[in-house]
Nanobody, 119 residues
Framework: QVQLVESGGGLVQAGGSLRLSCAAS????????MGWYRQAPGKQRELVAA???????NYADSVKGRFTISRDNAKNTVYLQMNSLKPEDTAVYYC?????????????WGQGTQVTVSS
């Protein structure tokens, strides 16, 4: 059973920083793309940032220059460094990963972590 466990959310003032972590565990053969999504109240879930197994990244326009995604393949972990946070970054952040396990290639999601940015 593959699990993604997130940590690092919380309450921060505008202009502050947070670092989210997401660790994958279980019967993992390989991890392909990993990413972070977010969902604000009343809005659809949106992609924030993604990173391939080779390290290529892409970002939502709203976070470019402020957020950095990275991964540690040895630890099966993806990170999201969030700087210069704005109140509009407030949302539940979810990590996702395309993981090959004994059942084949599947998408897995974390449980979500709340990020609240106060003005």
């Amino acid at each position: 059973q593959v699990q993604l466990v997130e940590s690092g959310g919380g309450l921060v003032q505008a202009g502050g920083s947070l670092r989210l972590s997401c660790a994958a565990s279980g019967s993992i053969f390989s991890i392909n793309a990993m990413g972070w999504y977010r969902q604000a109240p009343g809005k659809q879930r949106e992609l924030v940032a993604a990173i391939t197994s080779g390290g290529s990244t892409n970002y939502a326009d709203s976070v470019k220059g402020r957020f950095t995604i990275s991964r540690d393949n040895a630890k099966n972990t993806v990170y999201l460094q969030m700087n210069s946070l704005k109140p509009e970054d407030t949302a539940v952040y979810y990590c996702a990963a395309d993981i090959t396990d004994p059942n084949g290639s599947n998408d897995y999601w974390g449980q979500g972590t709340q990020v609240t940015v106060s003005s």
